[in-house]
């Protein structure tokens, strides 16, 4: 199976700052089907980003997805309050589905 | 709006098996190219993709719970279902029934219903 390692484990920001979140994968991914969700406290996974780059609906345009083969990145441009959350990468083009262990992001 | 409803027992027995039901709610089970799964959470703890059934009813499993898994669809209630057999302390998790369409990642989450293995 595929193993997506995120890194950091957590990271430590103010409001206002640029987090950039990295995901790898252990083999290249199929056309990019590498996905970010959001989740927070007692919340479900929140889908962000999907095919690597695509914005899902309703997402605000501070949060920007790129890579391609194994390294993938997340960037949310500037972090609101509602931001601090953990994040996780998923790749969905080979079974087994798997996630990466997730970033917190955390107020500084 | 698509949603999805999470409902079983939210305490189960070593060695028995959990029964979850996701209940869809304003579309079609049946749709066209929608695939239909179970993740879960143990507490504290990162995801994982249980199975998931098609549209056409081809199913997915993950190999590390396969043997152990059953998942179908009822559309006369658009509903479907998870079945996990012999389960362990280590199946205490928050389990959620999720949707994809096509080639899409899983964008549609039930809120989520929490089960706990314990005598």
């Known amino acids: 199976e595929i193993v997506l390692t995120q890194s950091p484990g957590t990271l430590s920001l103010s409001p206002g700052e640029r987090a950039t979140l990295s995901c790898r994968a252990s083999q290249s991914l199929r056309s990019s089907y590498l996905a970010w969700f959001q989740q927070k406290p007692g919340q479900a996974p929140r889908l962000l980003i999907y095919?690597?780059?695509n914005r899902a609906t309703g997402i605000p345009d501070r949060f920007s997805g790129s890579g391609s083969g194994t390294d993938f990145t997340l960037t949310i441009s500037r972090l609101e309050p509602e931001d601090f959350a953990v994040y996780y990468c998923q790749q969905y083009g080979i079974s087994p589905l798997t996630f990466g262990g997730g970033t917190k992001v955390e107020i500084k | 709006q698509l949603q999805l409803q999470e409902s079983g027992p939210g305490l189960v027995k070593p060695s028995e098996t959990l029964s979850l039901t996701c209940t869809v709610s304003?579309?079609?089970?049946?749709?066209?190219?929608?695939?239909w799964g179970w993740m879960r959470q143990p507490p504290g703890k990162g995801l994982e993709w249980i199975a998931s059934i098609s549209y056409s009813g081809t199913t997915y499993f993950n190999p590390s719970l396969k043997s152990r898994v059953t998942i179908s669809v009822d559309t006369s209630k658009n509903q479907f279902s998870l079945k996990l057999s012999s389960v362990t302390a280590a199946d205490t998790a928050l389990f959620y029934c999720?949707?994809?369409?096509?080639?899409?990642?899983?964008?549609?989450w039930g809120q989520g219903t929490m089960v706990t293995v314990s005598s």
């Open positions: 999720v949707r994809s369409v096509g080639d899409r990642p899983y964008d549609i």
């Open positions: 095919g690597a780059s």
């Open positions: 304003g579309g079609s089970i049946s749709s066209s190219s929608h695939y």
